[in-house]
């Protein structure tokens, strides 16, 4: 079998004085699409963040690794120069800083980070251009400040198109669905399927069965508490939308 | 504390880096501030009687005149007569005839300073002045400049050369007794540069002076004059730096500005004195009085400043709308990081009718830094239809530095329209985490945040001058968080 892109095992971490993820089990090998759900303040951005290097979490336990490397040795930045992405929950404004800019400097940071060469502005500009159209977005995006200013549901596209720009290996779409409106839904998750790949992988949190329907995941996950308390395929999710998570936390389901 | 403001914490320090001194041989006067020293530096320079008497008029007055103690920063009592009034490296004293006869020390600085006299690497459509020290050591494209007629040399040699201007206008805009550092000014001031733009001239290129204060113990009171006659145009931008000490030194300056019918002067300010060490011992009280007058109808000053160095900073370049339709600018970043403190802003004065004003201060404050933004706007009461708009923002970098804001607004005109927003905001752990998320590290990611806030301001300088800026600030904001 090929190296699992992800493999997390029995990680356990959270604030000062306060677990947060008890135990979490989690294998993402090349070309799958995971999906992850459960209630609010389960854990699922938690998981994220420790993911992609966010500061101010304790790891209490366990290990995460990522091809083949000790993923929580590295610093945030590194691990997005590796490949790993997150389109944030909450993405981040950043006044006057040109999206062009800021794109560009992302990505010529992962370029070096692979050895090549730094694009200059025209052919960044061209080469994103090309990557625009996976997502169509519209060409004002690059003229205005990073996310500054940008309605709720344009945030979470920019957040995709940032995920076209820079290839990730691993991407991780925190709740990428909500706040964004039928057509936008649409258009992000055909995006999204068009930027999978068989080396490439994708972890999938959200509260909607809906966004399954576009994105059809290998696995669906639920979390509750901080444990992941089910696995199942796809079918999982419509379950979950009709019963909630309440039969599945007294319902006596084994731990995945 | 987490991470990442521990890697903010850590970013390499990185050296002033016009931090070097300049071996070279000077005439100084000696230290001690009297009569008769001005009365040597007023002969020294072969000035008129009616100068000395102008200088000693100043004196008498700061004499009785006590410290400014409003401004929000402190420092120790400066001993006025520690300081050395006056040093000229001894090759110039008599003032330079031309760059061949400057000392090739003294070009050599300018050389690692980056602003190169000689003909041969002058920067492109820049004319500079250079001030060391107590005086001018070289003005360059001064024949390029005097085909337009336009006049821009040292102030020493305005005296001689037109002496007629210099009286008429010296102390116009900042009377002698106008306070504290301009009366010390006027009566010490050594050198600085003088402009006259003739009537319906643009101005072919940039004029710019580069200041720079090499010796030790020793005081900069540079004076300049700027007069933008009927229907003309000049854009002028100084720079300044001085070597890493571990004592306070001065710099008291007054500039003036005059516009008249249908007149722009644009002046640009990158002030890069030496800001002292991280834990605030030296560096430059870079105490300046800087005013312009709009005097003819339709005419407009715009001063914009990038206020990255100094130990204390106080400052606040005016503008008086005097002609109707006057417009006066002010767009200003600074900085305070480490031990810095600035207490800057603006005063804009509604004389005229149907005057506008537009103030933009973006105050950073890093480290242990402290950032006060005063600004006056006044409009008095003929003053109809004046506008005034006046955005204040104010950026902390770490939870040990301070920001505050003291706007002050006086109308006695109804319709009048004055609008004020102010904002204070943090780099926040979420941009920083933001952007290592998208492949950027800290280091770069707050010298991107703070490029991107400052934006506006460094739109306004000319485009040479806005890539330094922008270089000067990352380089200011090292080892930035505290
Ligand atoms: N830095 C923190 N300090 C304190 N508590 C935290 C912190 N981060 C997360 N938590 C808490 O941990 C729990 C899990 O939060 P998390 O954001 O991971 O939930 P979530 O599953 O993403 O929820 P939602 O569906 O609402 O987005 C919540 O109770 C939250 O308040
Ligand atoms: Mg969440």
New binding site residues.
């Given amino acids: 079998m090929t190296q699992p892109i992800l493999t997390i095992k029995n990680l356990s971490a959270g604030?000062e004085g306060?677990e947060?993820l008890k135990g979490i089990n989690l294998t993402i090998r090349p070309g799958e699409v995971h999906a992850v759900m459960?209630p609010?303040?389960?854990?699922?951005?938690?998981l994220a963040s420790i993911l992609a290097g966010r500061d101010?979490y304790h790891i209490t336990g366990g290990e995460v690794v990522y091809c083949g490397q000790d993923l929580l040795e590295l610093e945030a930045e590194d691990r997005a120069r590796e490949g790993v992405f997150l389109a944030f929950?909450y993405p981040v404004e950043i006044p006057g800083v040109n999206s062009t800019y800021f794109l560009k400097a992302a990505y010529n940071e992962i370029r070096k980070h692979r050895g090549q060469p730094e694009f200059d502005a025209v052919e960044f500009l061209k080469f994103v251009r090309e990557r625009m159209k996976i997502l169509e977005v519209p060409e004002d995006f690059l003229k205005r400040p990073v996310n500054h200013g940008f309605s709720g549901g344009e945030k979470k596209r920019n957040e995709i198109f940032q995920m076209a720009v820079l290839d990730p290996k691993l991407a991780i779409l925190d709740?990428t669905d909500s706040g964004l409106d039928i057509d936008a839904l649409q258009i992000v998750a055909t995006g999204v399927n068009r930027l999978k790949r068989p080396d490439n992988a994708q972890l999938v949190i959200t509260?909607y069965q809906r966004l399954l329907n576009f994105i059809v995941p290998d696995y669906v996950h639920v979390l509750v508490d901080g444990r992941i308390v089910r696995t199942g395929g796809k079918e999982l999710a419509l379950e979950l939308e009709e019963n909630g998570y309440e039969s599945i936390v007294h319902g006596g389901a084994v731990p995945a | 504390m987490s991470k990442s403001t521990d890697t903010i914490d850590e970013l390499v320090k990185q050296e002033y880096k016009y931090g070097f001194y300049t071996d070279i041989e000077t005439e100084s006067a000696p230290p001690g501030l009297n009569e008769d020293v001005i009365r040597l530096i007023s002969h020294k320079k072969k000035e008129p009687e009616w100068l000395l008497e102008w200088r000693l008029k100043a004196y008498r007055h700061w004499l009785t005149m006590p410290t400014p103690e409003w401004p929000m920063v402190n420092y120790p009592e400066i001993d006025y007569q520690d300081i050395t009034y006056y040093v000229a490296p001894g090759s110039t004293s008599d003032g330079p005839k031309s760059i061949d006869d400057v000392d090739p020390k003294l070009l050599e600085t300018y050389d690692k300073l980056g602003i190169p006299l000689h003909e041969r690497d002058r920067l492109l459509g820049v004319a500079v002045d250079a001030v060391f020290d107590s005086v001018s050591v070289g003005t360059t494209f001064k024949k390029e400049l005097g085909e337009k007629g336009v006049i821009f040399c040292s102030f020493s040699e305005a005296v001689q050369e037109h002496p007629e201007l210099v009286r008429k206008y010296l102390g116009s805009v900042v009377p002698q007794t106008d306070n504290f550092y301009a009366a010390l000014n006027s009566a010490v001031f050594t050198d600085g540069s003088f402009c006259y733009i003739p009537k319906g001239v643009r101005c072919p290129m940039e004029l710019s002076t580069y200041f720079r204060i090499n010796a030790a113990k020793s005081g900069q009171f540079e004076r300049t004059l700027i007069i933008a006659d009927e229907g003309s145009h000049v854009s002028y931008l100084e720079g300044c730096t001085a070597p890493m000490r571990d004592e306070n030194q001065l710099h008291a300056a007054v500039v003036e500005l005059i516009a008249m019918d249908n007149a722009e002067i644009k002046y640009s300010t990158v002030q890069n004195w030496y800001p002292g060490d991280e834990n605030g011992v030296g560096g430059i009280y870079n105490f300046v009085t800087k005013r312009g007058i709009c005097r003819g109808v339709n005419s407009k000053i715009s001063w914009t400043q990038v206020e990255t160095g100094s130990a204390i900073t106080w400052k606040y370049p005016g503008v008086i709308l005097q002609g109707d339709n006057s417009v006066g600018e002010f767009y200003s970043v600074a900085l305070t990081n480490n031990c810095q403190q600035a207490d800057t802003g603006t005063k804009m004065i509604h004389i005229g009718k149907n005057t506008r004003s537009t103030i933009i201060s973006k105050g950073i404050s890093a480290g242990r830094g402290q950032n006060s933004y005063r600004g006056l706007v006044k409009v008095l009461k003929n003053a109809t239809n004046a506008r005034n708009y006046s955005q204040c923002d104010s950026l902390l970098i770490g939870d040990k530095c301070g920001a505050h804001t003291f706007p002050y607004i006086e109308v006695k005109n109804t319709s009048t329209q004055v609008e004020h927003e102010a904002s204070t905001s943090k780099v926040g752990e979420d941009q920083i985490f933001y952007c290592a998320q998208r492949a950027i590290a800290a280091e770069d990611a707050v010298k991107m945040i703070v490029n991107g806030y400052c934006k506006e301001v460094f739109k306004q300088l000319p485009m040479e001058f806005a890539v330094e800026a922008q270089n000067l600030l990352s380089v200011s904001l090292e080892g930035s968080v505290g």
Avoid: A
């Avoid at chain 1, 609010?40 to 938690?46: D, E, F, H, L, V």
């Fill in positions: 604030v306060r947060i459960g609010n303040g389960s854990g699922k951005s938690t101010g929950q709740e509260h």
